[in-house]
Protein backbone atom coordinates (compact mmCIF):
# COMPACT_ATOMS: atom_id res chain seq x y z
CA UNK A 1 0.00 0.00 0.00
CA UNK A 2 2.15 2.84 -0.98
CA UNK A 3 -1.45 5.19 -1.57
CA UNK A 4 -3.93 6.30 0.94
CA UNK A 5 -7.06 5.80 0.20
CA UNK A 6 -8.87 8.65 -0.82
CA UNK A 7 -11.60 9.58 1.53
CA UNK A 8 -15.03 11.36 0.25
CA UNK A 9 -17.54 13.32 2.30
CA UNK A 10 -20.79 13.45 0.56
CA UNK A 11 -23.24 16.39 1.38
CA UNK A 12 -26.87 15.57 0.51
CA UNK A 13 -30.36 17.24 1.10
CA UNK A 14 -32.50 15.21 -0.29
CA UNK A 15 -33.61 11.81 -2.45
CA UNK A 16 -29.78 10.56 -2.78
CA UNK A 17 -29.57 9.47 -5.89
CA UNK A 18 -26.14 11.12 -7.20
CA UNK A 19 -25.03 9.48 -3.74
CA UNK A 20 -26.01 6.43 -4.37
CA UNK A 21 -24.63 6.39 -8.04
CA UNK A 22 -21.64 7.47 -6.52
CA UNK A 23 -21.36 4.94 -4.15
CA UNK A 24 -22.10 2.18 -6.59
CA UNK A 25 -19.08 3.90 -8.83
CA UNK A 26 -16.45 3.46 -6.40
CA UNK A 27 -18.12 0.03 -4.30
CA UNK A 28 -15.52 -1.78 -6.17
CA UNK A 29 -12.66 0.95 -5.85
CA UNK A 30 -9.59 0.55 -3.15
CA UNK A 31 -8.22 3.71 -3.53
CA UNK A 32 -11.69 5.58 -2.98
CA UNK A 33 -13.95 5.34 -0.02
CA UNK A 34 -16.78 7.38 0.90
CA UNK A 35 -16.84 7.62 4.35
CA UNK A 36 -19.03 9.90 5.60
CA UNK A 37 -22.27 11.12 4.45
CA UNK A 38 -23.34 14.41 5.75
CA UNK A 39 -27.15 15.99 5.63
CA UNK A 40 -28.72 19.36 6.60
CA UNK A 41 -31.59 17.21 6.69
CA UNK A 42 -33.22 14.26 9.13
CA UNK A 43 -35.58 13.37 6.71
CA UNK A 44 -33.50 12.93 3.25
CA UNK A 45 -34.04 9.74 2.21
CA UNK A 46 -29.92 9.94 1.24
CA UNK A 47 -29.26 9.09 4.94
CA UNK A 48 -31.37 5.71 4.36
CA UNK A 49 -29.05 4.87 1.28
CA UNK A 50 -25.77 5.97 3.43
CA UNK A 51 -27.05 3.16 6.13
CA UNK A 52 -28.21 0.89 3.31
CA UNK A 53 -24.60 0.64 2.36
CA UNK A 54 -22.78 0.98 5.90
CA UNK A 55 -21.65 4.30 5.48
CA UNK A 56 -21.91 6.28 8.67
CA UNK A 57 -23.58 9.46 8.31
CA UNK A 58 -24.41 12.70 10.30
CA UNK A 59 -27.82 15.58 10.15
CA UNK A 60 -25.94 19.16 10.66
CA UNK A 61 -28.68 21.78 10.66
CA UNK A 62 -28.14 24.96 8.49
CA UNK A 63 -27.86 26.30 11.75
CA UNK A 64 -24.79 24.33 12.86
CA UNK A 65 -23.29 24.92 9.34
CA UNK A 66 -23.10 29.07 10.03
CA UNK A 67 -22.50 28.93 13.81
CA UNK A 68 -20.93 25.72 14.42
CA UNK A 69 -17.75 24.89 12.39
CA UNK A 70 -16.50 22.69 14.78
CA UNK A 71 -19.07 20.43 14.09
CA UNK A 72 -19.02 20.95 10.46
CA UNK A 73 -14.77 20.02 11.25
CA UNK A 74 -15.56 17.25 13.45
CA UNK A 75 -17.84 15.42 10.87
CA UNK A 76 -15.29 15.71 7.36
CA UNK A 77 -12.19 15.61 9.93
CA UNK A 78 -10.30 12.63 7.91
CA UNK A 79 -11.83 13.31 4.54
CA UNK A 80 -9.87 14.32 1.54
CA UNK A 81 -12.55 16.02 -0.54
CA UNK A 82 -16.25 17.03 -0.41
CA UNK A 83 -18.72 16.55 -2.69
CA UNK A 84 -21.99 17.94 -2.96
CA UNK A 85 -24.67 15.82 -4.38
CA UNK A 86 -28.21 18.00 -4.36
CA UNK A 87 -26.89 20.01 -1.28
CA UNK A 88 -28.81 22.65 -0.29
CA UNK A 89 -27.12 24.73 2.10
CA UNK A 90 -24.47 27.23 1.04
CA UNK A 91 -21.04 26.24 1.83
CA UNK A 92 -19.50 28.25 4.78
CA UNK A 93 -16.22 29.97 4.09
CA UNK A 94 -14.48 28.37 6.38
CA UNK A 95 -14.93 24.81 5.10
CA UNK A 96 -13.90 26.45 1.75
CA UNK A 97 -10.85 27.66 2.86
CA UNK A 98 -9.83 24.72 4.30
CA UNK A 99 -10.42 22.65 1.02
CA UNK A 100 -9.46 24.38 -1.62
CA UNK A 101 -10.04 22.85 -4.88
CA UNK A 102 -11.39 19.97 -2.99
CA UNK A 103 -14.97 20.81 -2.69
CA UNK A 104 -16.91 19.60 -6.00
CA UNK A 105 -20.11 20.19 -7.10
CA UNK A 106 -23.03 19.17 -9.72
CA UNK A 107 -25.34 22.17 -10.85
CA UNK A 108 -28.44 21.03 -13.45
CA UNK A 109 -27.87 23.60 -15.41
CA UNK A 110 -24.51 25.42 -17.89
CA UNK A 111 -23.53 27.61 -15.88
CA UNK A 112 -23.28 30.38 -15.99
CA UNK A 113 -26.63 30.67 -16.50
CA UNK A 114 -29.57 29.84 -14.29
CA UNK A 115 -27.25 29.78 -10.79
CA UNK A 116 -27.25 31.54 -8.05
CA UNK A 117 -29.54 32.46 -5.39
CA UNK A 118 -32.92 30.90 -6.05
CA UNK A 119 -31.38 28.70 -8.43
CA UNK A 120 -32.03 24.91 -7.47
CA UNK A 121 -33.82 21.80 -8.19
CA UNK A 122 -36.79 22.55 -10.10
CA UNK A 123 -36.46 26.17 -10.31
CA UNK A 124 -34.24 25.38 -12.66
CA UNK A 125 -35.96 23.48 -15.43
CA UNK A 126 -38.78 25.91 -14.69
CA UNK A 127 -36.78 28.57 -15.95
CA UNK A 128 -34.83 26.83 -18.74
CA UNK A 129 -38.30 25.85 -20.30
CA UNK A 130 -39.85 29.46 -19.61
CA UNK A 131 -36.44 31.01 -21.38
CA UNK A 132 -37.43 28.25 -24.22
CA UNK A 133 -33.88 27.12 -24.13
CA UNK A 134 -32.95 24.64 -27.04
CA UNK A 135 -30.58 23.00 -24.60
CA UNK A 136 -29.20 22.38 -21.17
CA UNK A 137 -27.07 20.44 -19.15
CA UNK A 138 -25.16 20.21 -15.94
CA UNK A 139 -21.82 21.17 -14.68
CA UNK A 140 -19.74 19.98 -12.65
CA UNK A 141 -17.20 22.84 -10.43
CA UNK A 142 -15.10 23.65 -7.87
CA UNK A 143 -17.14 25.47 -5.14
CA UNK A 144 -15.65 28.92 -4.19
CA UNK A 145 -16.67 31.84 -2.16
CA UNK A 146 -19.41 32.98 -4.42
CA UNK A 147 -22.92 30.95 -5.17
CA UNK A 148 -22.50 28.74 -8.51
CA UNK A 149 -19.11 30.94 -9.60
CA UNK A 150 -16.54 28.57 -8.92
CA UNK A 151 -13.96 26.93 -11.75
CA UNK A 152 -15.59 24.73 -14.36
CA UNK A 153 -14.25 21.02 -14.34
CA UNK A 154 -17.04 19.84 -16.74
CA UNK A 155 -20.43 20.37 -18.28
CA UNK A 156 -22.58 18.32 -20.36
CA UNK A 157 -25.21 19.25 -22.78
CA UNK A 158 -28.60 17.69 -23.71
CA UNK A 159 -30.98 19.10 -26.45
CA UNK A 160 -34.66 20.72 -25.85
CA UNK A 161 -37.57 20.49 -27.72
CA UNK A 162 -40.40 22.41 -27.56
CA UNK A 163 -42.57 19.94 -26.17
CA UNK A 164 -40.31 18.99 -22.82
CA UNK A 165 -41.61 19.87 -19.66
CA UNK A 166 -39.73 21.11 -16.25
CA UNK A 167 -40.33 17.63 -15.90
CA UNK A 168 -38.74 16.06 -18.71
CA UNK A 169 -35.91 18.82 -18.70
CA UNK A 170 -35.32 17.28 -15.13
CA UNK A 171 -35.41 13.56 -16.48
CA UNK A 172 -33.07 14.59 -18.85
CA UNK A 173 -30.60 16.53 -16.54
CA UNK A 174 -30.71 13.24 -13.85
CA UNK A 175 -29.59 11.05 -16.64
CA UNK A 176 -26.65 13.42 -17.59
CA UNK A 177 -25.82 13.01 -14.03
CA UNK A 178 -26.02 9.51 -13.22
CA UNK A 179 -23.53 9.07 -16.20
CA UNK A 180 -21.19 11.82 -15.83
CA UNK A 181 -20.90 12.64 -12.18
CA UNK A 182 -18.93 9.89 -10.69
CA UNK A 183 -16.22 9.50 -13.18
CA UNK A 184 -15.65 13.20 -13.43
CA UNK A 185 -15.17 13.28 -9.51
CA UNK A 186 -12.74 9.67 -10.17
CA UNK A 187 -10.49 11.92 -12.34
CA UNK A 188 -10.39 15.32 -10.12
CA UNK A 189 -9.32 13.07 -7.25
CA UNK A 190 -6.97 10.91 -8.88
CA UNK A 191 -5.20 13.61 -10.99
CA UNK A 192 -2.93 14.54 -8.05
Known amino acids: MDKKTIRLAVFVSGNGTNLENIINYFHDDKAVEVSVVVS ?4 AFALQRAKNHGIPSVV ?18 DCDYIILAGFLVRVPDYLIELYPNRI ?3 HPALLPKYGGKGMYGHHIHEAVKAAGEKETGITIHFVNNELDAGEHI ?22 LEQA ?5 IEKVIKAE
Open 60 to 77: ISRKQFAEEPETVLSAVK
Open 104 to 106: INI
Open 154 to 175: AQYRVALTDDDTPDTIAEKIHV
Open 180 to 184: HFPEV
Open 40 to 43: NRED
